[in-house]
């Protein structure tokens, strides 16, 4: 790689004034459009509050934030929101860690199990969502009804945890493919010579695994952590609205579940709005460790 | 791998074998429901053996929906669901390439303004800016089309990001050479700069192929006429009627057309999707 491109520059450009900013006229607009000015007017309307008929609105500065933390069903939203993106990123990651290691090992099958392993990325979270609560159907799902064959009486609808139970292994069967294809290639990328040398040493396998593998591949692990967490607040929305609708009384409800509740179901858009700005400060949080992340992975 | 040990390896094809099982059981049990009657599902527990439907279920979804629930043709639906995810990936793909090429090759003054102006949307996901955004979309009047379903989809910076990184690398004597034979620069981005870019362009295809298709939320608020839903909203209004009323063997025959498209997409084009997918994430 030259040296130009290492610090983000051409030496080489073309001249014109004009072209340029024709050719980002496409993207500059509509992310204006459907950008920026939602942004804009999310945040402005986080410091409205609408009278009861929606007619008029009135500067409150930050009292829907106040409001919003003194709210017990949004703290409850948040540690919901917590406990769901825990269960989901740590399993989504050891069983796909698990199966990435065992498919590395495997020299001969590797590629036809990467194949069988990897299409649930294709899968819509809503059609996954479809698929588990069939399975789990209280009338009709055959795992409800060998639930209730050893004597656990499966119903989601009614049952707040088995609702969560539900939810989770939905997003970890989704989300299991993407984890494991990373991890394959971490696992890829660490040099042959260190293992070999290491078995000489009499290292076994685990031993290996423990000191050697694990430690280098913790950038990616850092990395999934970081994706499988946003996966975790945002794509399974999808997943929610299908499978359980925040419900039962408000048990799978994460925040953005409750941000579309709020605003589109209960139209109270100003803390919609404030809940949408909570959310971005997340978002950005976690983007913004993401990207230090990967500068530092740079020098590796 | 390193020593033989053959009883670590017989564990490893066990642990592989269980994980694909586990993936494709729900998978397996949704065929078979698509195949049975209505009834036949209902039986507890229902047969594990494909049943002799298959072809009716399948006709009378891609027809005529389920009798409960949406009674919307999911033919109709897989139909929206295309030209959506093909809009967005295309449209992406394409505003993205020039915004790139114009932030990589040109100097210009407000350069770096324009260049965090589209970056700093890699942040935000639509879920995060629901309301204020589907405000935007009602007030132009873009509530069931598909200009609304897919245009503020697009606004997302993944893609520049990529060919961005992907431009850097390309040699800067080829742009010299290009310029010195007076080659225009869009003459440079056609011949010189797209061939080069075609298997990131493939990569990203089938990652935005599949985002667009399996879009969720958006949808779900822009469309309000069952001629407009996505086939993966339309499902979803299928199983709205209940459980007890709930068709499941139709319901099941419209998840296998609706997961069978990216899926296909993933499969046959494995080696781009790897690509792109580590690429746009790194």
């Not at chain 1, 179901?265 to 109270?268: E, F, P, S």
């Given at each position: 790689m030259n040296t130009s491109a290492v610090a983000g520059q051409k030496r080489v450009v073309f001249s014109g004034l004009v072209l340029p900013y024709l050719l980002l006229a496409p993207q500059l607009i509509i992310t204006v459009v459907f950008f920026f000015w939602p942004a804009a007017q999310a945040l402005w309307q986080s410091t409205q509050m609408q009278d009861a008929f929606g007619i008029g609105s009135e500067f409150v500065g930050l009292e829907n934030f106040t409001t919003l933390f003194s709210t017990p069903e949004y703290l409850a939203s948040f540690r919901l929101t917590a406990a769901f993106s825990t269960a989901v990123a740590v399993s989504g990651l050891v069983i796909a860690l698990l199966l990435a290691v065992m498919a590395n090992r495997v020299i001969r099958a590797a590629t036809a199990y990467k194949t069988l392993l990897i299409w649930p990325y294709a899968v819509a979270p809503a059609i996954a969502a479809v698929l588990w609560l069939f399975l789990f159907?209280?009338?009709?799902g055959i795992l409800a009804l060998a639930l209730r064959h050893v004597g656990v009486d499966w119903n989601h609808l009614l049952n707040g945890d088995q609702a969560f139970l539900l939810v989770v292994i939905t997003s970890v069967w989704k989300q299991v493919s993407y984890n494991f294809l990373f991890f394959l290639a971490g696992l890829q990328s660490i040099p042959r010579s260190l293992l070999e040398a290491a078995a000489i040493d009499g290292a076994g396998p685990w031993r290996r695994f423990r000191t050697i593998v694990f430690p280098l591949l913790s950038p990616t692990t850092f990395f999934l952590l970081v994706v499988n967490v946003i996966y975790a607040f945002f794509d399974t929305f999808a997943v929610i609205d299908a499978a359980t609708q925040g419900g039962p009384g408000g048990q799978t409800a994460v925040l953005v579940y409750k941000v579309y509740q709020d605003g589109f179901?209960?139209?109270?858009f100003g803390s919609s709005a404030a809940q949408s700005v909570v959310l971005m400060l997340i978002v950005t949080v976690l983007t913004v460790m993401q990207f230090r992340f990967i500068d530092r992975r740079v020098q590796y | 791998m390193i020593e033989r040990r053959p009883m670590l390896d017989l564990l490893a094809h066990l642990i592989l074998l269980i994980g694909v099982l586990l993936v494709a059981f729900p998978v397996y049990v949704t065929f078979v429901a698509s195949t049975q009657t209505a009834a036949e599902v209902q039986q507890?527990?229902?047969?594990?053996l494909p049943g002799s439907h298959l072809i009716e279920n399948y006709t009378q979804v891609i027809t005529g929906g389920s009798n409960t629930g949406s009674s919307a043709p999911v033919g109709r639906m897989m139909w929206v669901s295309l030209i959506t995810a093909l809009v967005i990936s295309i449209g992406k793909i394409s505003i993205s390439l020039l915004s790139a090429f114009a932030v990589v090759y040109f100097r210009f003054p407000g350069r770096m303004l324009c260049f965090w102006m589209i970056f700093v949307t890699l942040m935000l996901p639509v879920e995060v800016r629901i309301s204020p955004t589907y405000q935007v979309v009602a007030g132009l009047g873009l509530l069931n089309s598909y200009a609304g379903l897919t245009l503020p989809l697009i606004a997302s910076a993944t893609a520049t990001f990529l060919f961005r990184q992907f431009f850097m690398t390309v040699p800067d004597e080829l742009a010299e050479a290009a310029r010195i034979d007076g080659a225009s620069p869009m003459r440079f981005f056609r011949d010189i700069l797209l061939p080069l870019s075609r298997t990131s362009i493939a990569a990203l295809f089938v990652i935005q192929f599949i985002y667009g298709w399996n879009q969720y939320l958006w949808p779900l608020l822009v469309t309000t006429q069952e001629d407009m839903y996505p086939v993966v909203i339309g499902i979803r209004r299928m199983i709205a009627g209940g459980d007890a009323a709930t068709e499941w063997n139709l319901v099941m025959a419209t998840a296998m057309l609706a997961m069978l498209p990216p899926a296909a997409v993933v499969v046959l084009m494995q080696r781009w999707f790897v690509k792109g997918l580590v690429d746009a994430e790194k």
């Open positions: 159907s209280p009338a009709v179901k209960g139209l109270d | 507890a527990p229902m047969s594990l």
